[in-house]
């Protein structure tokens, strides 16, 4: 199995991707970490215990991180993911859980550290907190098994600005510390795949553990209205989701070695991923970035997993 650390900033995606992360066979979550980003850092630490006491899996540490990007103010995403994050889905539920003590970026240092090569670390949310990880341990980049970031547009078509996509945008100067790490094994799941990686009504319906299906279901009403508004088909995008999905499988995607940057002072273009694909910068390749994804694949292994008993 492989040992996952997952780094969240739980909104209604990166909720799915915590059920997919626990269920999973192939993975061994030893830990979640939590960040500002679609929420605060409060509501996200919430809304991820409410996500593990639904599945119940009382023994995996969730720690909390930073409460604010590394030189911004928090942008939230309120309009996307409901006031509490989850769409509302849980509401009224309260979770006893405790936070474990400690702070994010050292709990990844510590369990990096204590196995080189053998833990993989995925982020679903701005990178803040393993770029203070970086910035307070830079060997983690060489004992990392494996990171994969949910972030970025390498096809320049943002979601949050014309060019910048949201994790990437709330706190450019941690993905370029991340970018510019060094990290061997590093992989972009960005909006080029993750917009492909659309739950519809159909992959809804498959998901017959009753409590899964109805958090699935409540959790992403708003969210597939917006989407069939625009588009007529009542669907979301497993951003999140499709990033621990790459970690489970790697055949899920095509990728690129790609020379990439992420624009931190611009009036129009923060938060961009730039890729010099002409080599004009004479860099070498700094991380893998997916170009192509199996989606339909992608999303039976999520409802496949979901159903899990
Ligand atoms: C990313 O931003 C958030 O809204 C999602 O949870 C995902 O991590 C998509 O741009
Ligand atoms: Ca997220």
């Known amino acids: 199995k492989k040992k996952l650390i ?3 900033d739980t909104g209604i995606d990166d909720a799915i991707g915590i059920l997919l992360a626990v269920k999973s066979e192939e993975l061994d979550l030893i830990g979640i970490t939590t960040g500002c980003g679609n929420v605060s850092l409060e509501a996200a630490a919430v809304n991820t215990c409410k996500m593990l006491d639904l599945i119940n ?19 939230f995403e309120h309009k996307v993911h409901g006031t509490d994050g989850i769409g509302g889905a849980l509401q009224g539920v309260t979770s006893e859980r405790e936070i474990t003590p400690g702070d994010a970026s050292s709990f990844m240092i510590e369990k990096v550290m204590e196995r ?18 970086i ?37 450019p100067e941690a993905a370029s510390i991340v970018l510019e790490a060094g990290i061997p094994n590093l992989t972009q799941v960005g909006l080029d795949v993750t917009k ?20 699935v279901k409540q959790s992403t009403a708003t969210y597939r209205k917006a989407f069939y508004e625009q588009n007529g088909i009542w669907a979301c995008a497993m951003h999140d989701p499709l990033a621990i999905g790459v970690l489970i499988d790697s055949t899920l995607v095509k990728k690129t070695a790609c020379s990439v940057a992420v624009e931190t002072s611009s009036t129009f273009c923060d938060g961009m991923t730039v890729w010099d694909r002409q080599g004009k910068w004479g860099k070498p390749a700094n991380v893998q970035v997916c170009m192509e994804v199996e989606a339909e694949r992608f999303l039976s292994l999520l409802v496949v997993v979901l159903n899990r008993s």
Do not use: W
């Open 57 to 75: 899996a009382p023994s995996i540490p969730v720690v909390k991180g930073s409460a604010a990007p590394l030189k911004r103010q928090p942008h």
């Open 196 to 215: 492909q990686a659309l739950l519809t009504e159909k992959h809804i319906k498959a998901i017959t553990e009753p409590a899964l299906h109805d958090f």
């Open 135 to 171: 910035q307070q341990q830079p060997a983690i980049a060489d004992h990392v098994k494996e990171v994969i970031y949910m972030g970025g547009a390498i096809n320049g078509i943002g979601n949050v600005t014309p060019v910048a996509e949201f994790n990437t945008f709330a706190d």
């Open 6 to 8: 997952l780094d969240v």
């Open 116 to 133: 080189p090569g053998e833990v993989s670390i995925v982020c679903t949310g701005p990178l803040t907190n393993l770029a203070k990880a």
